[in-house]
């Protein structure tokens, strides 16, 4: 039973555009999301979150969205460069943002932003 | 150096071999967690640790043991490796009251 879903495997872009990764949850007991960044033979790193309580967090060129109706969120990166290609997973938390273990990850989504 | 760091960073055994995969942070994060990832899954939580001597089960723990007698420490032990085991596994670090979760390069462990 997938609680996070992220249904595109991957997603290609051209540079200066806009990415967008899609990611939806079925666990209404969800209240914090986040979006990892993962490069090949890296861990993966922290990107940004959102707390149910908002329905858009900003950080620099990225975006997050939440629709707690539809259970769905989504990045935005604006423009995308070359430099953001790698795998980007999708994160939730049932905790409010207390870290006691409990992040569910989406599958991944590759994004390739060519030049 | 700081941060969180993973050894050995490649694995190969064999089926019904023990291996013990460790993972070590300097940031003393109360939280440390054991993470595998698959094709088509993502990544799943094997077990995690709150504080030294805590430890609790993840998504998928069976096969897997793991201690923590140092808050810098958190050594993931397979017991008795099977082929379904082949992964790249993830440990990660994070402090309490905060979901975001530092990671270490991974190791890449094959069972043959």
């Known amino acids: 039973d997938q609680q996070v879903k992220q249904n595109s495997p991957s997603l290609s872009v051209q540079e200066g555009r806009i990415s967008i990764l899609n990611c939806d949850y079925t666990?209404?007991?969800?209240?914090?999301f986040l979006w990892y960044k993962k490069y090949p033979a890296e861990g993966p790193t922290f990107l940004i979150s959102i707390s149910s309580i908002k329905d858009k967090n900003e950080d620099g060129r990225f975006t997050v969205f939440l629709n707690k109706s539809a259970k769905h969120l989504s990045l935005h990166i604006v423009p995308s460069q070359p430099g953001d290609s790698a795998v980007y997973f999708c994160a939730a938390s049932a905790d409010g943002g207390t870290s006691y273990g409990k992040l569910t990850f989406g599958q991944g989504t590759i994004l390739t932003v060519h030049p | 150096d700081a941060g969180i760091t993973q050894s050995p960073r490649y694995k190969i055994t064999e089926t019904g071999r023990q291996v013990t995969l460790m993972c070590h942070q300097t940031w003393s994060h109360s939280y440390m967690f054991w993470y595998r990832q698959d094709l088509g899954h993502g990544l799943r939580l094997i077990y995690y640790s709150a504080a030294a001597d805590i430890t609790d089960k993840g998504e998928v723990p069976d096969g897997y043991v793991v201690s923590r007698s140092k808050t810098e420490n958190f050594p993931l032990t397979l017991e008795s490796a099977t082929r379904s085991q082949t992964s790249v596994y993830f440990c990660?670090?994070?402090?309490?009251?905060?979901?975001?979760?530092?990671f270490g390069p991974g190791t890449r462990l094959t069972v043959l």
């Open positions: 990660a670090s994070g402090l309490a009251n905060t979901d975001t979760q530092y």
């Open positions: 666990n209404s007991m969800f209240d914090y």
